[in-house]
T-cell receptor, first 109, second 115 residues
Framework: QKEVEQDPGPLSVPEGAIVSLNCTYSNSAFQYFMWYRQYSRKGPELLMYTYSSGNKEDGRFTAQVDKSSKYISLFIRDSQPSDSATYLCAFPGAGKSTFGDGTTLTVKP | EPEVTQTPSHQVTQMGQEVILRCVPISNHLYFYWYRQILGQKVEFLVSFYNNEISEKSEIFDDQFSVERPDGSNFTLKIRSTKLEDSAMYFC?????????????FGPGTRLTVT
């Protein structure tokens, strides 16, 4: 079993849609949960970060964590063409981060 | 806003040659990392570095690879005897501390092409 499984995509949605991006993980030691956004030919940039079960909201973005199910989600409301990117779930540890494979999102005007 | 920088942005080399990828981490950060992303694949951890020592490395980071902090600002990844399968984006990252609460800031990457 892979340590991190991310919904593969790609996803293509119309502008204004609600987007749901999802990851499951198997390592119970993961205590911190991050979502990175990666534009084409750029490095990942941190979008959302949380460490507890429940929801965390930041503008149009909501990160959701269910530790009991080992499941995390990122919701994007009112999606914009500028949200078109690859989204990576990440699980930071003491010396490294473990990344999901990424989901590529395209928001069409 | 401080950022991690990497040079060169694109490096083309012949199989069997040695390459050095360079990074300048954010100045007050103490922990440095290299990650690799083969085209179309996931971001993979290679190595972390703290206090002039490797603190953790992955199974990918074998004797072909080495890291160094030659001065107070640069952090380098050396790849000896490059192979075709080393072609990838290499990302440097840095953080203030170790552990999940510290954000790793990523550089823009160096695209390595081995021919």
């Amino acid at each position: 079993q892979k340590e991190v499984e991310q919904d593969p995509g790609p996803l293509s949605v119309p502008e204004g849609a609600i987007v749901s991006l999802n990851c499951t993980y198997s390592n119970s030691a993961f205590q911190y949960f991050m979502w990175y956004r990666q534009y084409s030919r750029k490095g990942p940039e941190l979008l959302m970060y949380t460490y507890s079960s429940g929801n965390k909201e930041d503008g149009r973005f909501t990160a959701q964590v269910d530790k009991s199910s080992k499941y995390i989600s990122l919701f994007i409301r009112d999606s914009q063409p500028s949200d078109s990117a690859t989204y990576l779930c990440a699980f930071p540890g003491a010396g490294k981060s473990t990344f999901g494979d990424g989901t590529t999102l395209t928001v069409k005007p | 806003e401080p950022e991690v920088t990497q040079t060169p942005s694109h490096q083309v080399t012949q199989m069997g040659q040695e390459v050095i990828l360079r990074c300048v981490p954010i100045s007050n950060h103490l922990y440095f990392y290299w990650y690799r992303q083969i085209l179309g694949q996931k971001v993979e951890f290679l190595v972390s570095f703290y206090n002039n020592e490797i603190s953790e490395k992955s199974e990918i980071f074998d004797d072909q690879f080495s890291v160094e902090r030659p001065d107070g600002s640069n952090f380098t990844l050396k790849i000896r005897s490059t192979k075709l399968e080393d072609s990838a984006m290499y990302f440097c990252a840095s953080s203030e501390g170790a552990g999940g609460i510290y954000e790793q800031y990523f550089g823009p990457g160096t695209r390595l092409t081995v021919t």
